[in-house]
């Protein structure tokens, strides 16, 4: 191995960055369900998906009310988090006379009769009109279908926009609280593992030895395409359980000893202090997957080659 304390740092500190990203997203879970951050923008992009006053009132009169849309619902008349781009197909083309969408016909005339908002029905006759060159008329609606899955995808594209522009100025808040709250200082840490490079090393063995473990860690704080709701007690229960995890293979601690212990890291160095909690804020920001695979990289490279007192002692010979 590359007996570098350089390199053993880099794992130390990706593998420090990578579990506070993930209670970071515990809490992110936690304060996207309390907000309904995710419905809310599903919301604002559902009302905006065309600009047709009739639009509105046939979402909220029609399209939510499908049992295609209601059952994702966990309470009535409460949009989700998410609708799949199939289930929003089916809530707008159950409106088109069956017949008709069996036999794969989507001109005007047979669209004026379904009730669909003007503009709702301009897409799905020039998407008809693209498709009509296939004869086989389930090979036609197959096509159709997927165009318009292709449209809807598009379109929602604008929810994850808004959704991350919004939650990044929320982790970086509360990246900063964080790493406060656990004593993650990124120049703190730093110098107390280089002041026992022997310690430092032996962190980086156990996190080597660990990786497989470490990267099965990620399943802990799962964000789905549904509502999630991480509670209080999720919280609590994630970050004693990560916490626990980084002590045992790094040999070192989070936190604080005492009132004291906190009283003089930032009395004694308020702006060194500050300068290394913001640089821990904005590397959580990065994400856990960025860590891992920065952790893992420098593993491989540190298991490259072997360390000097390693080689093989040569033989005397008489």
Known sequence: MFNSPILDLVIFLSFTYFIGSLILSAINEAIAGTLRLRQKDLAKALNKFFFDPQWKNFLKNTLLKSPHIQSLMKAKDRIPAYIPARNFIMALTENINPIAYKNGEFSKTTLAASGLPPEAIKVIETIGKQVSYI???????????????????????????????????????????????????????????????????????????????????NGTIKVSDTAVMVTVDNISANTKNLTVQYERTSGFSLGYRNREDFNEQWKSHFWRKLLGILLTAFALQLGANYWFELMTKAVNVRAAGKRPDDKPKETKTS
Do not use: C, H
Not at 148 to 162: A, I, P, S
């Open 135 to 217: 004869e086989d008329k389930t090979q036609r609606i197959k096509e159709f279908e997927n165009r318009l899955e292709e449209f809807y995808n598009n379109t929602m594209d604008r929810v994850t926009g808004w959704y991350k522009k919004r939650i990044r100025r929320i982790l970086l808040i509360v990246g900063i609280a964080l790493a406060v709250a656990l004593n993650i200082d990124t120049l703190k840490i730093a110098n107390d593992a280089l002041k026992d490079p022997d310690k430092l090393s032996k962190a980086a063995d156990n996190i080597s030895a660990n990786l497989s473990k470490l990267d099965s860690l």
